[in-house]
């Protein structure tokens, strides 16, 4: 039961939300409701696997289940700090219809936890597209100039994505022994070789697309751009990161030969990406577009690592997904006070924050350096075990993808020394820094990603169930 | 047996309605228990009542599918009466005679849904037609009205006489016009009798390809859904279209599955050409009207599918398909009828004059454009399912997907201007009770979007 509260807590709130008009109390109903779903997450340290199986649809074979195992424990809670932290965090924003805007976020927590936590092809479908409806009308609504246009392209872009992951589904469905959408029936379903590969590419085009990988990344700045910065925080911190739990959770057990078969492709298209996203990160002036950029570099580091099928980088990934995603939701939430207040994201306006905010130039340089993974910090661990998994993998490669950690090291510290130092410039004077709620919530943040950065023993053991299944068969 | 003598004396009772009975709320709620009564017979026969029974010599058979069918497209049009009754009303002063032909045309399904003969086929398509070509030039002083009922039936006087022509091949070649019959002379007779069955068989699909719309024998359909009164296009476009459906099945898929290898390629053809034309056209259409016109041949294309499929799932997913698409296109045609003209621009800012039309219409368009959690994935979802059951390539699946994500673009047109455009939407005032008519119909297409087996376990009952 405690698994399908994590669906119905945000479902409960979003639609509660929609009939509260006054913005107080819509605010208070989703910090609570959200702040409920993580101390349900919290509880999920000292569970083993747990499991909820119903019949959803018996002529079609299909069942509603919910697995939550170390992947989905970690990720879920990510889900869980991520929303109340942004909920708290732009509090203060002005956002016309504030309960709708509230509602479509909590819908989009129910439709990731689904994702997360579903162990029945179709339903994994659903919650997939489930989550891409609810952002779209908020970036649609609330976004920046050129948002329909741009969330358009998204929406079609990922839409077409997954419905090559649904013919997928079919497919796999047609070749199960008993006709059923059970990942275990598709672990076990009956493929040639040839089939297997036409399968992993349909899986994979949609995770790609959902990553974003190079070359389906075109999508992803514009719309982090476009979105209201709330959003872009689900995106970047959590969005993203189905792709890459689509991989571990389907791509990898299910089509064990074509992934062997494609390692190195993969790990070579992500390289490009990372040198590539990087590369154009160094020239970008505005603030959340040099994320954005930066944010497809770390994914495709990850992607690569995955790639390599090594045990350690593997487990460097597993640990990445939640530390990524705290470092992002950091680096935005400081942007976005940044924004809010500034009016600008233009990085040649800004200046002199360290001597107006000390306090937010010290988060904002904490979370520059996590997104460097310096020693000390969460990625450090991550990124390390990544980098040796790589360089078991192929050293060239490794050598290839370490030169992103120099890049980010520029583009990270180039924007850390135009907005914190310097003399202060006219717009940053105008700064108040943050009420009392977001910077509560950035200290929070930022004590995670020390104490994940010294001591990651609880998450490796969290995890430690799915990657002796990936290994240990 | 039940639902075409009913229908036809529902029929007959409803014409004299409009002599005696001058109210037109009256009229329809005496249609409505008409439908509802011509439900329960034939519900009766599905339970194994008869009421009426002839011996038709063996020219009309009775499946749990035909009866089936039978129900659910009863019902539809019960749905739609039930949401259209007003707008009927203002195009005449007395709406009983549309009612009797919308009752005749219920006689033409109920013939087509269970004959075995095809003679029966020919008599039940006039039977639906003739009322159709009547009903779209209903508005007798729109000009467009006119021009659009004359077009419907030259084109469908045309379509009629290839039909007629392929029935003549198929006696030449066997005998009979029994559709069980072409299957013994296809092992056993001379080559020459085999390439006149085959020829007929070809004139047999080329013309139920013109009825159902299917490209590229659609030209008919943009200008005749266009001129229609738009109560009657919408009419046209779901119940008529799904009736034409099932017949086509009925000749194709169940009885003639053993000759299956003269019509398959033609048939892939034809798919992709729907898909191709109808999605691509209504991408560039300016006309709310026009561009659902173009979407229902694009629809019509996915509808095909089930005769590829020769499967018990290519049944189920054509049911499911009718009744979603019904629904979906019932409901948004009948917000198309409230707006003052039918533009894309007269939708801009409905989210914020009325948020409920506005969800309702968003739901129907999703469920056009086949998102899950409304019917129209799982409509869409059992047509891929057949396909591959049937064998077909996955590469015909991924072109149906592609087209499935183009439809995205203009669908969601509408909820791009409800939504984020700002400005006053051109809308008639709407009674309340109305909105919540379509917001029914949402919440109906929300249910079987979940539960689709809802709807389907009855077939096996």
Redesign the interface.
């Known amino acids: 039961m405690m698994l399908v509260s994590f669906l119905l807590l945000p479902i409960l709130a979003a639609i509660l939300l929609l009939f509260i008009k006054n913005n107080k109390t819509a605010q208070l109903v989703a910090i609570l409701f959200s702040g409920f779903t993580l101390l349900l997450a919290m509880q999920m340290f000292s569970f083993q696997m747990i499991d909820f199986d119903i019949a959803w649809?018996?002529?079609?074979n299909t069942r509603f289940i919910l697995h939550a195992d170390g992947l989905s424990k970690i990720l879920i809670l990510l889900t869980a700090i991520s929303f109340p932290a942004i909920f708290i965090a732009t509090a203060n924003n002005e956002y016309k219809n504030r309960n709708i805007f509230l509602s479509l976020l909590l819908f989009t927590q129910a439709g990731l936890m689904g994702v997360f936590l579903a162990g029945d092809g179709l339903m994994f479908?659903?919650f997939w597209?489930?989550t891409l409806?609810p952002i779209y009308?908020l970036c649609?609504?609330w976004g920046g100039e050129k948002?329909?246009a741009i969330t358009?392209k998204f929406?079609?872009y990922t839409?077409?994505g997954s419905?090559?992951m649904?013919?997928g589904i079919?497919?796999l469905?047609?070749h199960t022994g008993d006709h059923s959408f059970l990942i275990f029936s598709f672990i076990h379903a009956n493929l040639t070789n040839g089939q297997q590969v036409?399968a992993f590419a349909l899986f994979f085009i949609a995770f790609a697309i959902k990553m974003p990988l190079f070359p389906f990344h075109t999508w992803q700045p514009d719309a982090y751009e476009q979105s209201p910065t709330a959003v872009t925080m689900v995106m970047s911190a959590v969005m993203v990161k189905m792709g890459l739990y689509g991989i571990l959770r389907w791509l990898m057990p299910l089509f064990p030969v074509a992934f062997m078969a494609h390692t190195q492709v993969v790990v070579v298209l992500s390289i490009i990406g990372i040198l590539y996203a990087s590369f154009i990160a160094i020239r970008q002036d505005d603030i959340k577009r040099l994320i954005a950029y930066s944010s497809i570099a770390h994914i495709g580091l990850m992607n690569a690592a995955l790639f390599t099928h090594t045990q350690i980088a593997i487990q460097g990934v597993l640990l990445q997904l939640f530390s990524h995603g705290i470092n992002v939701l950091g680096l935005w939430m400081v942007v976005d006070i940044i924004e809010q207040q500034t009016g600008t994201r233009s990085m040649q306006e800004m200046g002199g924050l360290a001597k107006k905010q000390p306090t937010l130039a010290i988060l904002l340089v904490g979370f520059a350096l996590a997104n460097i993974a310096l020693p000390l910090t969460n990625s450090f661990v991550g990124e390390f075990l990544m980098f040796t998994g790589l360089f078991q993998f192929n050293p060239w490669m490794a050598a290839l993808a370490g030169l992103s950690v120099v890049l980010a090291a520029i583009y990270t510290l180039n924007m850390v020394q135009k907005v914190a130092y310097g003399g202060i410039s006219e717009k940053i004077n105008t700064i108040q820094g943050p009420n009392k709620g977001a910077q509560a919530v950035l200290i929070i943040l930022f004590l995670i990603v020390l104490v994940t950065g010294v001591y990651p023993e609880p998450l490796f053991n969290l995890t430690s169930d799915t990657l002796q299944q990936l290994f240990i068969k | 047996m039940n639902a075409i003598i009913v229908s036809t004396l529902l029929g007959v009772i409803m014409m004299f309605c409009s002599w005696g009975i001058k109210n037109q709320r009256v009229q329809k709620n005496i249609a409505l228990i008409g439908l509802i009564i011509l439900i329960i017979a034939n519900l009766a026969q599905s339970n194994g009542w008869y009421v009426f029974n002839y011996d038709t010599k063996g020219m009309l058979t009775y499946t749990t599918f035909g009866l089936y069918a039978n129900t659910l497209l009863f019902a539809l049009t019960l749905i739609y009466v039930w949401m259209n009754g007003d707008e009927i009303a203002k195009i005449n002063n007395s709406s009983a005679d549309f009612y009797s032909l919308f009752f005749f045309i219920l006689c033409g399904i109920s013939v087509l849904t269970s004959f075995d003969n095809l003679l029966m086929l020919f008599i039940g398509i006039e039977i639906l037609s003739i009322p159709l070509y009547i009903l779209t030039g209903a508005d007798k002083k729109n000009m467009f009205s006119n021009e659009a009922a004359l077009k419907y039936f030259l084109m469908g006087s045309f379509s009629t006489g290839i039909l007629l022509l392929g029935i003549t091949f198929i006696y030449g070649a066997t005998g009979s016009f029994h559709l069980t019959a072409p299957i013994l002379s296809i092992t056993t007779g001379l080559a020459q009798e085999q390439i006149l069955l085959s020829a007929g068989l070809i004139l047999l699909f080329v013309a139920m390809n013109f009825k159902v719309s299917a490209a590229p024998f659609h030209f008919w359909t943009p200008d005749v859904y266009d001129g229609a009164p738009t109560v009657f296009t919408s009419f046209m476009a779901t119940i008529a279209k799904a009736a034409g459906f099932i017949a086509f099945i009925n000749v194709f898929n169940t009885q003639y599955k053993a000759l299956a290898y003269s019509w398959t390629l033609l048939l892939t053809f034809v798919m992709l050409s729907t898909l191709l034309i109808g999605n691509i056209t209504a991408l560039f259409q300016r006309s709310v009207k026009r561009m659902l016109a173009y979407s229902s041949i694009a629809q019509a294309g996915f509808m095909l599918f089930a005769l590829y499929g020769q499967s018990a799932i290519s049944n189920e997913a054509i049911l499911l398909y009718a009744v979603v698409y019904s629904i979906a296109t019932i409901g948004i045609f009948a917000v198309l009828v409230k707006m003052k003209e039918n533009s894309f621009e007269a939708f801009n800012g409905l989210a914020k004059a009325h948020p409920l039309l506005a969800f309702a219409t968003t739901v129907f368009l999703f469920s056009l454009a086949g998102i899950p959690f409304t019917g129209g994935f799982f409509a869409k979802y059992y047509m891929l399912s057949a396909l591959l059951k049937a064998g077909a390539g996955l590469w015909l699946v991924l072109v149906a997907v592609v087209f499935a994500a183009i439809s995205i673009y203009y669908y969601f047109k509408i909820i791009q201007a409800m939504y984020f455009t700002a400005g006053e939407p051109s809308i008639n005032p709407l009674p309340k009770q109305y909105k919540y008519q379509l917001l029914t119909l949402a919440i109906l297409l929300l249910i079987l979007g979940v539960f689709p087996n809802l709807l389907l376990n009855y077939l096996y009952f």
């Not at chain 1, 649809?57 to 079609?60: K, V």
């Open positions: 649809l018996p002529n079609l479908y659903f597209e489930f409806l009308f649609s609504i948002r329909i358009f929406f079609i839409f077409l419905l090559f649904l013919a079919l497919f469905n047609e036409t």
